[in-house]
């Protein structure tokens, strides 16, 4: 039974009952406990399916809930580097929507000189959902489908990976670096920094209905004020997200936030609440040839698995964990799934990075405006994503020039990371300037 909103071709919060999906009657004899270390999306869809497939299975959580990193803020699961549309791929892997999601098909993209272009997909190329501890997050709608397929979540346990079937702990060190702000917007705070001249140009073209203009979707590509990230502002459904992601220079990250949120507010006149709620969080992207040891399978950051262009994990951390789980289901090796699904996605995703970086302000420049001029930003992004034989040769010689040598941080075992000093070198920004 399917219950839902659909609003000019969005899906917004009800509650979707996924359809029927590959692991639902794929049971298995019980062949013992399985234990899982950490409750974020890879463990609790890694769970979900295990225990569907009737096994016994507990998720060892080591905090007292689930998203305690996350507050409440609004993220994207990516839905343009594979074929599959993110709801096939959520009822496939059997994960219902009982959580906040909503398509993203539009959005004004800026560059460093502030010119605002806005971007359209005839299809989604994302949907947006929540994160944290609240009701209608992801984290919460995965924890209770879950518990109610028979998984038993255990918190403030602590589960060595050695303990472990499953290894989903999370980032062990930051190759990117996020600060984030999120609070929430009555219905005529919703329209703020709304100007004529934006109106105008998101009603130029005819083709397409005009985004409601009382929301935001809205993403600064500038390399001064975010190192080789971007910073952006949502604000759908009465909730605002703010934030800024850097891949260089760390321990500025509140400077760069001060600055990307002044540029903001000097554009569209916004202001903060002082209950706003602030918060950190940090990606994880490295290269092995392995994602298991000592017979635990480590997914999501925890092995490195993330979209290395933009930072958009969720795909890749609810991909690795049913993996993990058709590895356990059907006895298959678990380095063989992940190497033919993923491998290759990794690839890309480095070279993506390195050309997004050796750019600079004038190629984001440049990208913003392709976007903008594609007929669907959806078929555009989904250039980036594809592999191509140009980029399977670029791959060595950015893995060569970006290695890193000696000790890391990253887990479970051998693996490519990037060097540190190989990061956007930038000047300091100096005071913020208020609008």
Known sequence: MVSAVIDNGREAYCGIRAETARYHTATVPNRGLIRIAGAGPSGLAAAIILARAGREVEVHEAKGDVGTRFIGDLQIIEGASESESVPAFLDRLGIERNFYFRAADWATFYDHKNAARVIRSKQPYGWFIHRGAEERTLDRGLLAQAQRAGATVIFNSRLAPDQADIVATGPA?????????????????????????????????????????????????????????????????????????????????????????????????????????????????????????????????AAGFQDYLFGLGIRYALTSGSLAARSIIEDRD???????????????????????????????SMFVRQASRAKDFHHYLSGWHRTTWWKSLLSPVVRRVWKHEGRCQHKPGPHWC?????????????PVQKR
């Open 173 to 301: 060190s930051p190759d990117g670096l996020a600060k984030e702000m999120t609070w929430h917007v009555g219905p005529r705070e919703s329209g703020v920094g709304t100007r004529s001249s934006d109106r105008d140009q998101q009603s130029s073209d005819t083709r397409h209905p005009t985004p409601d203009t009382r929301e935001r979707i809205d993403v600064y590509f500038n390399h001064k004020l975010s190192p080789g990230g971007y910073s952006y502002l949502f604000i759908l459904d009465g909730v605002a997200t703010f934030g800024c992601a850097i891949v260089a220079d760390f321990k500025q990250i509140d400077s760069y936030f001060d600055h990307s949120l002044a540029a903001a507010q000097r554009l569209h006149h916004f202001d903060v609440p002082a209950d706003a709620r602030t918060g950190y969080s940090y990606m994880n992207f490295h290269l092995k040839h392995a994602a298991t040891s000592n017979g635990a399978r480590f997914v999501g950051e």
């Open 418 to 430: 990037r060097s540190r000093d190989t990061h956007l070198q930038v000047p300091p920004l100096g």
């Open 334 to 364: 678990y380095d063989e799934l992940w190497r033919s699904e993923l491998g290759a996605k990794q690839q890309t995703s480095l070279v993506n990075r390195f050309l997004y970086e050796s750019g600079g302000n004038f190629g984001l």
